[in-house]
Structure formats: structure tokens, C-alpha cells
């Protein structure tokens, strides 16, 4: 008989009967399946596997337990960029024109304290569901001490991406020595097993960023996407980046880089964008009516979103002090909002 029916055996009569591969619920399929050696199927076996359709969670640079690396010159916005990607993948959002497959994220910070991460987010005044997020300074992953606490934060959030950022604070030894970096990507490695999620490293570069992320090469060696993010001019003084795959494992690397611009909620989007933020389209009808004060009619029959929403993003300028409330229902612009937060 062909390999393509397995035999079962009816429990009440006793009887065996051969079943094809395709009538059996997916769900047992793994039962039937079972790895030889811990963690080796036979080849038979390996490709009915009922395994996930979500082969990335970012377009083609971030595979399904795969692991990608971000680096960038200081102020070129790598972190208000990976604070982005951790709440585009959380919702399922394009990321800076880029489809994502929604997944629960843990976005990991070792340079600021929680009180700027928080006003950060705050000021985008986007929504952060399915996103988990934490500050510190002391987790060293080439210690054990570090290991247990990156260990006991999987287990409480069980993400799908963990994205640390940045590299050189998670770690203790050298990061021009080899070996010293081997002992924090083997133990990423255990956790991608462990946990079945994707990492995402922010990194900085060295003095030449067309030499890649500073530090040792074994960094650059072990992930599947390696991408370069570098400030270039903008014609109006706005910060523009250009991010570019150096490589990409997985997926052919585009032609041309990505080039993205950082609106007034301090997220990147490429231009002539749809998704711009109620926030980002407010800031920008407040400019152009320059000293006018504007009321909550005329701001609401602008149609920028939904009227909580728009409410929302009103309060965001309000707490920014890039907007003032004149009297009840009537705002105005203060010029003094124009100044944008220098980036990280």
C-alpha cells in the first residue's frame, strides 16, 4: 500500500483499516509524528508535518525563529525604530511600508530608564496590544545570572520576537572577542529553541558603518538579516533614514534601499504613506494654521479619525506642549512645539 495511508485500529470492533494522510484532523498529527532521538523526524515524516504558515514576521527580513540584526550610527533613531517594529508586529501593522504577521512581542531596553520608554510611547500615542516591554541595566547574557533573568521574562510573556536592545549592554565580556560573543548567541540560540521565537538584535556600528555592526563578526555571521540604518539628509531638516539589507537569507534583497522620514509621533513611515497617525495629521493641520486658534468642530470635521481617537491625540499635544488649550473646545499651536526630541 503507499506510504501516503498509515493503518489504524478501531477500538470497539477490533478491526484495522488504512487511512490517507489527508483525512486526518491536523491536530493528531503530531501525535503520529513522533521524533526519534529527541528532535529528528524521519524525512517521511518531517515534510506532513502540520508545522506554521507564518514564515516571517517582517516581509522577508525576519523569519519564524529566525534572527535579525539592526545597526546604526548614535541619534539615527534605532531605538524610536525598534519600539516601532515591536508595536507594528504586535498588531499586525505594515512596518514602514512592510506587511507583518501579528505576533506577542517582548521589547527589551538596557539604555533608557522606564521613565523615557514610557513618555516615548506615550508620545506616539499608538497602541501598544500585544506588546510587552522592560528596562534594565544589569542583564548580562554571558552570566548566569542574566541567562536566569531573560529566562524567567520568556516564560512569563511567552513572545513569538524578542527584541534587545542594544547589543553591547547585554553584555559582560568583550565584544571584539569572539568567544566572549559566542557564549551570548549560543545561549539565544537555547531560547529560540525553547521558546520558538525570533530575535532581533539593535546594534551599534563601528567608525565606518559601511563596515557593519562594530564588535565581532561572529555577530554578523550567525543572523539572517542584517541591515544597515543610516541618517541621510532631508530637504526640510526632517530626520530621514535609509535602511538597507546587507543580507537576507531568506528573500531576495531589494534593489533599492528603504527610505523612511520620522513624523510628529516619532515613528518612521515612507512617503505618501496611508497609514500616517491621527496624531502625525493633526500636528501638521495645527502647522498650517500657524497662530490660529482652531476649534474641536473644525478639528472633528477634518475627518482625521474616530472622535475618541482624534481626542486622544489632541491631549498627546497637550501633554507635549506643542499645543495649548485657549478656553474650552479651542486650541492653538505653540511655535515652541516645532522642536523635535533629538533621537536615540
Known amino acids: ?50 508545522l506554521s504558515q507564518v514564515p516571517f514576521f517582517l516581509g522577508g527580513w525576519l523569519p519564524r525563529q529566525g534572527k535579525m540584526e539592526i545597526y546604526g550610527q548614535p541619534k539615527s533613531g534605532k531605538s524610536f525604530l525598534a519600539l516601532q517594529l515591536a508595536r507594528c508586529i504586535g498588531v499586525g501593522e505594515d512596518f514602514v511600508g512592510m506587511p507583518t504577521n501579528k505576533a506577542k512581542v517582548l521589547y527589551l531596553q538596557f539604555e533608557l530608564g522606564a521613565r523615557v520608554l514610557q513618555e516615548r510611547m506615550q508620545n506616539t500615542g499608538r497602541d501598544y496590544s500585544n506588546v510587552y516591554v522592560g528596562t534594565t541595566f544589569s542583564m548580562k547574557l554571558d552570566t548566569p545570572t542574566g541567562q536566569g533573568m531573560l529566562i524567567e521574562a520568556l516564560a512569563a510573556t511567552e513572545p513569538k520576537v524578542l527584541i534587545l536592545d542594544p547589543f553591547y549592554k547585554i553584555l559582560q565580556g568583550d565584544e571584539n572577542e569572539s568567544q566572549d560573543v559566542q557564549v551570548v548567541i549560543d545561549f539565544l540560540d537555547s531560547m529560540i529553541d525553547q521558546f520558538e521565537c525570533s530575535v532581533v538584535i539593535m546594534h551599534h556600528p563601528g567608525k565606518d558603518l559601511s563596515k557593519g555592526g562594530r564588535g565581532s563578526s561572529v555577530l554578523g555571521d550567525w543572523v539572517d538579516s542584517y541591515i544597515e540604518m543610516r541618517r541621510i539628509r532631508g530637504e526640510n531638516g526632517e530626520h530621514r533614514v ?45 502647522v498650517e494654521k500657524k497662530d490660529e486658534e482652531v ?50
Open 1 to 50: 500500500m503507499s506510504d501516503d495511508f498509515i493503518w489504524v485500529t478501531d477500538k470497539e470492533t477490533g478491526e484495522s483499516y488504512p487511512i490517507h494522510y489527508n483525512d486526518i484532523e491536523e491536530s493528531l498529527l503530531p501525535q503520529i509524528f513522533t521524533p526519534v532521538g529527541g528532535f529528528c523526524y524521519s524525512a517521511e515524516s518531517f515534510i506532513r508535518l502540520p
Open 242 to 286: 535609509k535602511l538597507t539589507p546587507k543580507l537576507l537569507r531568506h528573500s531576495e534583497i531589494p534593489p533599492e534601499p528603504l527610505e523612511a522620514i520620522m513624523g510628529g509621533d516619532f515613528e518612521f513611515w515612507v512617503d505618501g504613506q496611508a497609514g500616517r497617525t491621527i496624531y502625525d495629521k493633526l500636528s501638521r493641520f495645527f
Open 295 to 344: 476649534s474641536i468642530q473644525e478639528i472633528l470635521a477634518q475627518g482625521f479619525g474616530q472622535r475618541k481617537a482624534t481626542h486622544d491625540a489632541i491631549n498627546t499635544l497637550l501633554a507635549q506642549g506643542k499645543a495649548t488649550r485657549v478656553r474650552r473646545g479651542v486650541y492653538k499651536w505653540l511655535s515652541a512645539g516645532l522642536t523635535i526630541t533629538r533621537a536615540v
